[in-house]
């Protein structure tokens, strides 16, 4: 029993001895099973950067352009999941959207109660018409478009429609002037050509605003409404400074008597705007009279083309139509007022109470502008284009479609010297030629920026080198010339060469009273639908209109477009005209309405994340500043989140710095590769670099981050990066 038993006792020693073998680890071995290195904490030096030159001087010195603390930056609560939410639902995206235009009923509301400063535009918009004074309204981007909307959309066509009225004009034109047409200048930055795209380093200097005031012949006397969205657009400010010193040159300054003529626009709380110096030195100027039209943080974060214009548009363009009334309303029977359109008495306070059934009347044609919105996007996601189609809606139709490329980073329009089509949309006009277009666009010649006039000034007064170099560089693609590249004329060159392929989406938009160009075969509206229909394409129709919709519906039923039905979108939305001939409440529709589709196309595309415009061009110092903010924000967002936390552990904060460092390092490596406009952002770049790095305790290059960007896109990226579901066979390195 005793062998038997050391036996069992030999035998079991030396399977364990075999075990503890087995198990004990080789060399080899012990290296693999190593802790991993620890964490880098500098972001800086995890990435090998060392933050260039002008990320340095950004950070450092120009500070005033780091905007993140405004409220019109803010991200607003209603539209916070926009991405998710349209992803699953487009009425339901759609329907968040226009929820913040409520922002304006409120604005508006509290505008009737505390009206003092409207009052005072208004009273100075009719001085200037009975004393044959200029009227400037300058703006910058957004606000640049608004202001060539108002001369070109409202001003021009209501003087050139009275002019028509022969026993009328004849009874007013020495009181208001033979030339009252040109007396209202719509002025932005850059001048016409900016229509089209906005001019790298002119938003950011004062200097350009003073020039441009100078080289339209504004002096003192006449009216200047300078128009900003966030209230600290150099270029704007620069403009409203320079009209003030002309009034302070003057014998016997008088501040209060300069408030009567200057106006300055905004829409941010004073609190917000008073740390910048820019900002202040105008808010706490007494003889500049200030209009504060703050809604709070806009649809789509810092995007100040929805909430901010919108208002403003509305603000500004109803003061202007009151001031007109009161004026001709003393010089005009009952009659004759009705005969122009002023069909009684309207107080500035009655037209901004219109705003609300507006915006009540947009809703209610949600399920058509939902099909709308699924139809466009389905042009672009199977590679087809969209034309869009307008006459008396064409300012309004043109700025929606210029402003998406800024905005999401799109293709911007193309220009006649591109083979093939490049942007994803286009606008026409009814015009038989390009120079023709142009003159029904603006209802006056292009004018542009002469190098003559601006170029010495940028060369001795700009100090920043950057600055420098960056609007002189504008300025060459500034000039009278620029007009020429540029075609939205219903014309054989285009029709050939832009002309509708299958699959393609033609949008035709009227607007009272082009209801009754539906009935003419051979108007522009119809040649334009049938050129569509002929070549298979999908077809599109907004009519605003004050006549009963039913009877707009009739008239469809009789045209080929119907036969199409299945495949066709209508939106026929009511909007009363009575006491608005300058046709500013069905402008506004239009505005609010295509802001939300073209928001909702692109939110839908992946071009919005959340609420934020992740695909933002950072092409001037403010939106440096935004994009910076946007890597800052998306980043620290994932670093918080329980399940990065959970697989990775806590990290600190990215700060502002290394964010912008690693978004110039993209903006460079970008431009080295020479990286097509319309196809890559230096934020989505950015974020996905710095995450990926720290997901994988390794600096990755910029090439490697584009490969990410490319393949799975940033929306995609992030809705996985902090789980341990993260799916890296999408990543190749």
Same mark, same amino acid.
């Given at each position: ?49 060392? !933050? ?32 998710? =939410? ?19 009923? $409120? ?70 002037? =033979? ?119 806009? $649809? ?20 202007? =139509? ?70 008396? +809606? ?35 006009? +009814? ?68 002309? !509708?392929? !299958? ?138 989140? !329980? ?34 406009? +319309? ?19 390794? +600096? ?34």
């Amino acid at each position: 029993m005793i062998n038997i038993s050391m036996d069992r006792v030999s035998i079991w020693t030396a399977l364990l001895f075999f075990l503890l073998l087995i198990s004990t680890p080789s060399p080899a071995q012990e290296k693999k099973t190593e802790p991993p290195p620890p964490k880098k904490e500098n972001l800086l030096q995890l990435l090998g950067i060392i !933050p260039c030159p002008e990320s340095e001087d950004y950070v450092q010195n120009k500070t005033q352009f780091q905007l993140h603390t405004l409220l019109t930056e803010q991200r607003h609560p209603k539209t916070w999941n926009l991405s998710q =939410q349209i992803q699953k639902d487009y009425k339901t995206g759609l329907a968040l959207l226009l929820a913040v235009d409520e922002d304006i009923t $409120a604005k508006l509301q509290h505008l009737n109660q505390n009206h003092q400063e409207l009052d005072r535009a208004m009273k100075a918009v009719e001085k200037a018409l009975l004393s044959h004074r200029k009227i400037y309204i300058y703006g910058c981007g957004a606000t640049g478009r608004l202001a060539k909307q108002m001369e070109s959309t409202f001003w021009r066509p209501f003087w050139h429609k009275l002019k028509n009225e022969k026993k009328i004009w004849l009874k007013i034109k020495n009181k208001v002037g =033979q030339d009252v047409e040109e007396r209202l200048i719509g002025e932005m930055t850059g001048g016409d050509r900016a229509l089209i795209s906005s001019l790298e380093g002119f938003e950011d200097l004062q200097l350009i605003g003073r020039l441009q005031l100078q080289d339209r012949r504004i002096s003192m006397g006449d009216v200047v409404i300078c128009v900003t969205e966030g209230g600290e657009t150099s270029s704007v400010i620069g403009t409203i400074l320079a009209a003030l010193e002309q009034w302070q040159r003057g014998k016997n300054y008088n501040a209060e008597i300069s408030r009567q003529f200057l106006f300055f626009v905004y829409n941010n709380p004073d609190e917000k705007l008073l740390p910048f110096n820019r900002s202040r030195k105008v808010l706490q100027e007494s003889g500049i009279s200030k209009i504060n039209l703050t809604t709070g943080p806009q $649809a789509i974060t810092g995007s100040t083309r929805m909430q901010a214009t919108t208002i403003e548009t509305f603000v500004i363009g109803h003061i202007i =139509q009151t001031a007109v009334e009161n004026v001709l309303r003393n010089l005009l029977s009952p009659k004759e007022m009705n005969k122009i359109g002023f069909k009684k008495t309207s107080r500035l306070e009655d037209r901004l109470k219109n705003f609300a059934p507006i915006l009540s009347h947009i809703k209610e044609c949600l399920p058509q502008l939902d099909k709308l919105t699924e139809l466009e996007t389905t042009t672009y996601t199977q590679s087809h284009f969209s034309t869009y189609f307008a006459q008396k +809606g064409l300012i309004t139709v043109f700025i929606d479609s210029t402003e998406r490329s800024p905005t999401f980073r799109l293709y911007p329009l193309d220009t006649i010297k591109e083979k093939k089509r490049k942007c994803w949309i286009q606008v026409w006009t +009814g015009a038989a030629s390009l120079g023709q277009a142009w003159l029904a666009f603006l209802g006056r010649p292009f004018r542009g920026l002469s190098p003559s006039f601006y170029q010495k000034p940028f060369e001795e007064q700009i100090k920043d080198p950057f600055l420098k170099k960056a609007a002189l560089t504008s300025l060459q693609q500034a000039g009278d010339e620029q007009q020429w590249l540029y075609d939205f004329s219903f014309s054989e060159f285009n029709l050939k060469k832009r002309g !509708p392929q !299958p699959g393609d989406l033609g949008v035709a938009v009227l607007l009272t009273p082009e209801e009754k160009e539906l009935r003419k075969k051979d108007s522009y509206f119809r040649r334009f639908m049938d050129l569509f229909i002929a070549q298979k394409t999908k077809l599109a129709l907004i009519c605003l209109t004050d006549k009963n919709p039913e009877d707009i519906f009739k008239t469809i039923k009789k045209t080929p477009y119907f036969k199409k039905k299945e495949k066709n979108v209508q939106l026929i939305i009511p909007i009363e005209t009575d006491n608005d001939p300058f046709g500013l409440n069905q402008q506004i529709a239009l505005k609010m309405l295509l802001n939300a589709h073209s928001t909702g196309v692109m939110a839908r595309l992946g071009k919005v994340i959340g609420n934020t415009m992740a695909n933002v061009s950072p092409s001037n110092l403010k939106l440096i500043g935004r994009a910076t903010y946007l890597i800052q924000s998306h980043v620290n967002d994932i670093l918080s989140r !329980p399940q990065w936390v959970k697989v990775h552990g806590l990290r600190k904060p990215i700060t502002y710095g290394e964010a912008n460092a690693v978004l110039f390092e993209a903006i460079h490596f970008l431009q080295d590769k020479k990286q097509e406009v +319309g196809q890559t952002a230096e934020v989505a770049l950015s974020i996905i670099r710095i995450l990926e790095s720290l997901r994988l305790n390794r +600096g990755i290059s910029n090439s490697e981050a584009l490969a990410i960007v490319n393949k799975v896109g940033l929306s995609r990226y992030l809705s996985q990066v902090g789980s341990q579901q993260l799916n890296t066979d999408w990543f190749f390195y």
